[in-house]
């Protein structure tokens, strides 16, 4: 159950429409997901989430595309976003993700979720090395 309602044209508005055309442009696709049609609430909200995916996400840069996704698969599990979770795991395997590489992604989050609680638990103290303040010294 959303929080918002789309509205029925959302393309009406010229800024929802822009960034819509430039999601299909980005992406060579004629679809636009729902979190992008929610946004449209809001359409100032929409401009610089879009802007800043964009720049994020479909920018070349050092990691590979499915790395990112990857990633983004690994952050939305750890807070518990089941939309993101979708959207980029659909992501990862139309950019070549196997299912393979999908268990020992899950097999990663679930371990660094264990060990995370774990040192939080027990309050380990960094060690010096770790420390790019004290590592330098």
Request: glycine share 2%; net charge negative; hydrophobic share 45%.
């Amino acid at each position: 159950m959303s929080t918002v309602k789309p509205a029925d044209d959302l393309e009406a508005d010229p800024r929802v429409k822009a960034v819509f055309d430039d999601i299909r442009a980005t992406r060579k696709s004629d679809f636009v997901n729902n979190m992008w049609r929610y946004l449209a609430f809001d359409p100032a909200l929409l401009e610089r989430t879009w802007a800043e995916v964009k720049a994020v996400m479909a920018t070349p840069s050092t990691l590979d595309p499915l790395v990112k996704e990857m990633l983004y698969i690994a952050v939305s599990v750890t807070n518990g976003c089941s939309y993101c979770v979708h959207s980029h795991t659909a992501a990862a395997k139309a950019k070549g993700m196997t299912d393979g590489q999908y268990a020992e992604l899950l097999s990663i989050v679930s371990l660094a979720g264990k060990t995370n609680q774990l040192a939080t638990a027990l309050q380990v103290p960094v060690d010096d090395v770790f420390d790019a303040d004290r590592a330098r010294a």
